[in-house]
């Protein structure tokens, strides 16, 4: 059974940095969709950005320029990262990691209408920006 753990989040002043990590253990495909969703209150949970197997990324207009989605793999074991920068008080939110490995195709704005086509998730991390 797949795992996805999220870690990395925190409290920060505008203009501040966080790096976000998600380990997804237990996951065996050969291919996948990644991606890092995340929901503030009173909202929809939105996509912000994803990552396929080869390494192509998409962002939301929202945070391009100013996100960086990575991945990496050791012992078995999937990481997935999500570097914050220049974070403002809209960036305020639950964030959520999750994994698919058919989600095709994997960019944010298909992931975005397909949120329940991702069959793991992460219990969240959450990510406040003070002005």
């Known amino acids: 059974q797949v795992q996805l753990v999220e870690s990395g989040g925190g409290s920060v002043q505008a203009g501040g940095s966080l790096r976000l990590s998600c380990a997804a253990s237990g996951y065996s495909h050969s291919n996948y969709c990644m991606g890092w969703f995340r929901q503030a209150p009173g909202k929809e949970r939105e996509g912000v950005a994803t990552i396929e197997i080869d390494g192509t990324t998409t962002y939301a207009d929202s945070v391009k320029g100013r996100f960086t989605i990575s991945k990496d793999s050791a012992n078995n074991t999937l990481y997935l990262y999500l570097r914050m920068n220049s974070l403002k008080p809209e960036d305020t939110a639950m964030y959520y990691c999750?994994?698919?490995?058919?989600?095709?195709?994997?960019?944010?704005?298909?992931?975005?209408?397909?949120?329940?086509?991702?069959?793991?998730w992460g219990q969240g991390t959450q990510v406040t920006v003070s002005p």
């Open positions: 999750a994994a698919d490995p058919a989600l095709w195709p994997c960019t944010v704005t298909y992931a975005d209408f397909n949120r329940n086509e991702f069959d793991s």
